[in-house]
């Protein structure tokens, strides 16, 4: 294990001083603490680390500037809870028992918080847990419940809940600074999970900063106006268009009156009640009249122009990256105050600091929002980490890697054992050097279907070029895409009889693979069973 190796090594450096060379002394070096920091539905397509055009996020890229940037990060699972499960457990969702955002997390298994207070940290987790079930093997815990709210949220903790005044990006780096400040046991490094709720739908920004977009033309995706022509029924009948299935008051912000007045439904009868919910419900007076002030022009020109058709989608297009992109502003501003903290305290350099989400999300691509596929904006991930002195600064990885590794990485890094049963392994010998053969291929598995956004089940292997996935239960649809020569997947090639081969090797290799963690089609089936079993009946 790699901290073990550091330890073996050190007795054998040498170092220089004004008497000659003295050999160090064989004690062990100080484990470093560790803040995870995980965003919801933060895709790499808005970090400028990444790329982006749409945004800069300097405190996010300073991670990456000092540290190491991966670029071939994947989730197995790409939905909320689930993501949060393989985090503390270092295994896929078949394994863990959390598949989809309905069931509840059993904290009795074995965790990475409890492995890690047993090797001697003190362990924290602030903000979004979203897993049900209560924390469980934290030194310390505040969290929102379920999904949480922008404005003047609720917080859960050992005490009871108790609603906090403010938003809820800056109340969690708040109470995040508040744990570092008052910590038990100093003499103990620490984990902290530093957790946002945003960037996660429906995007309500805050109110002194949100204008920060408005007015921009941000550029489209080219699959904006995506046919699914290339794609089975799955990418036809998912239900996650912003032209159609993306709500104009909840996440557009036009009132449910004048969305009314124009003789819009909303797609979903409750996107009128979410609107509702955090306007009269979450805000305070002062609140609403600086969202009037904001939102009032909008909703104005809105009536006056009564868009329809392509015209309303570039529209709505444009209104969800302004919000989404505000919060994003308020999550990397607030990543800055936590750095200026721990850099201000000394902390800052033998602090491991990993910032990455809970998966990619769509941002257009291919007429969508929201994540659940396997394609790749919402199946990758951002995983960005900062060490000095052992991860390369400013070096790029082009190794897959996926979220089952993060456990067996922070264990690594604490001087712990990992645990055989789990499905990953530690990301530190890419620290030093990118290694092609790190994995051969990332697996993957979502099951929440029958459910929200009508994203069919399926699973699949991706190599370093090309990805195959199968769809199943309603469907029986199989598609293979070439990666170099069609990145954005819009061609599938299974049945192109020139792919004849790498479809057969791509199926042995998937065989392979799910034997590897203990998954299956038919294990697929006795899911599906169950949780059919569990839907409320007609």
């Given at each position: 294990?790699?901290?073990?190796?550091?330890?073996?090594?050190?007795?054998?450096?040498?170092?220089?001083?004004?008497?000659?060379?003295?050999?160090?002394?064989?004690?062990?070096?100080?484990?470093?603490?560790?803040?995870?920091?995980?965003?919801?539905?933060?895709?790499?397509?808005?970090?400028?680390?990444?790329?982006?055009?749409?945004?800069?996020?300097?405190?996010?890229?300073?991670?990456?500037?000092?540290?190491?940037?991966?670029?071939?990060?994947?989730?197995?699972?790409?939905?909320?809870?689930?993501?949060?499960?393989?985090?503390?457990?270092?295994?896929?969702?078949?394994?863990?028992?959390?598949?989809?955002?309905?069931?509840?997390?059993?904290?009795?298994?074995?965790?990475?918080?409890?492995?890690?207070?047993?090797?001697?940290?003190?362990?924290?987790?602030?903000?979004?847990?979203h897993l049900k079930s209560e924390p469980t093997d934290f030194d310390y815990w505040d969290v929102l419940p379920d999904q949480g709210e922008y404005y003047n949220p609720d917080f859960v903790s050992r005490d009871g809940t108790r609603r906090v005044e403010g938003y809820v990006t800056d109340i969690t780096t708040d109470l995040a600074i508040d744990w570092l400040e008052q910590r038990d046991d100093v003499g103990k490094p620490f984990l902290l999970f530093y957790h946002h709720k945003a960037p996660h739908r429906e995007w309500w920004p805050p109110l002194d900063s949100a204008d920060e977009f408005l007015g921009e033309a941000l550029p489209e995706p080219g699959s904006l106006f995506d046919d699914y022509a290339g794609r089975g029924r799955a990418a036809r009948e998912a239900e996650m268009r912003i032209s159609d299935h993306m709500g104009l008051t909840n996440d557009n912000k036009i009132t449910p009156e004048n969305a009314a007045a124009l003789g819009h439904v909303p797609f979903m009868a409750w996107y009128d009640d979410a609107y509702r919910r955090q306007f009269d419900e979450y805000m305070n007076e002062t609140q609403r009249a600086a969202f009037d002030a904001l939102y009032g022009p909008i909703n104005a020109d809105f009536i006056d122009r009564d868009l329809r058709g392509e015209d309303l989608t570039r529209w709505k297009y444009q209104?969800?990256?302004?919000?989404?992109?505000?919060?994003?502003?308020?999550?990397?501003?607030?990543?800055?105050?936590?750095?200026?903290?721990?850099?201000?305290?000394?902390?800052?350099?033998?602090?491991?600091?990993?910032?990455?989400?809970?998966?990619?999300?769509?941002?257009?691509?291919?007429?969508?929002?929201?994540?659940?596929?396997?394609?790749?904006?919402?199946?990758?991930?951002?995983?960005?980490?900062?060490?000095?002195?052992?991860?390369?600064?400013?070096?790029?990885?082009?190794?897959?890697?996926?979220?089952?590794?993060?456990?067996?990485?922070?264990?690594?890094?604490?001087?712990?054992?990992?645990?055989?049963?789990?499905?990953?392994?530690?990301?530190?010998?890419?620290?030093?050097?990118?290694?092609?053969?790190?994995?051969?291929?990332?697996?993957?598995?979502?099951y929440e279907y029958p459910g929200i956004h009508a994203v069919k089940r399926h699973y699949g292997v991706r190599t370093q070029r090309y990805k195959l996935m199968h769809f199943y239960h309603d469907v029986d649809e199989w598609e293979l895409y070439d990666l170099q020569t069609d990145p954005s997947e819009m061609r599938n090639v299974y049945a192109d009889p020139a792919?004849?081969?790498?479809?057969?090797?791509?199926?042995?290799?998937?065989?392979?693979?799910?034997?590897?963690?203990?998954?299956?089609?038919?294990?697929?089936?006795?899911?599906?069973?169950?949780?059919?079993?569990?839907?409320?009946?007609?």
């Open positions: 294990m790699f901290r073990k190796w550091l330890v073996a090594v050190l007795p054998l450096i040498v170092a220089c001083s004004e008497h000659g060379s003295e050999v160090v002394a064989d004690t062990e070096p100080p484990r470093p603490n560790i803040v995870f920091i995980m965003a919801d539905d933060h895709a790499y397509q808005a970090i400028s680390a990444y790329g982006s055009e749409l945004i800069e996020t300097p405190n996010i890229d300073r991670i990456a500037a000092e540290g190491l940037r991966f670029d071939q990060a994947f989730v197995g699972n790409s939905i909320c809870s689930p993501s949060r499960a393989t985090l503390l457990t270092g295994k896929f969702s078949h394994a863990n028992g959390l598949r989809n955002n309905i069931h509840v997390f059993d904290g009795s298994q074995p965790t990475l918080q409890r492995l890690m207070r047993e090797a001697g940290y003190e362990t924290a987790i602030i903000g979004k847990w209104r969800y990256m302004q919000d989404y992109l505000a919060t994003i502003r308020s999550v990397d501003n607030n990543i800055g105050r936590l750095l200026s903290w721990l850099e201000t305290s000394g902390q800052l350099d033998n602090t491991v600091i990993v910032y990455t989400s809970d998966q990619g999300f769509y941002l257009g691509e291919h007429g969508w929002f929201d994540k659940r596929f396997m394609y790749e904006e919402s199946f990758r991930t951002p995983l960005l980490i900062r060490w000095p002195g052992v991860v390369e600064a400013g070096a790029e990885r082009n190794a897959i890697v996926q979220n089952i590794d993060f456990a067996p990485t922070i264990l690594d890094i604490a001087g712990a054992d990992v645990p055989a049963a789990m499905h990953g392994k530690s990301l530190a010998p890419l620290f030093s050097a990118d290694d092609a053969d790190f994995r051969d291929a990332a697996y993957y598995h979502y792919y004849t081969g790498v479809r057969d090797q791509m199926t042995a290799l998937l065989a392979d693979v799910q034997a590897r963690y203990g998954d299956s089609l038919q294990l697929a089936r006795e899911f599906l069973e169950a949780d059919l079993a569990e839907l409320p009946s007609q």
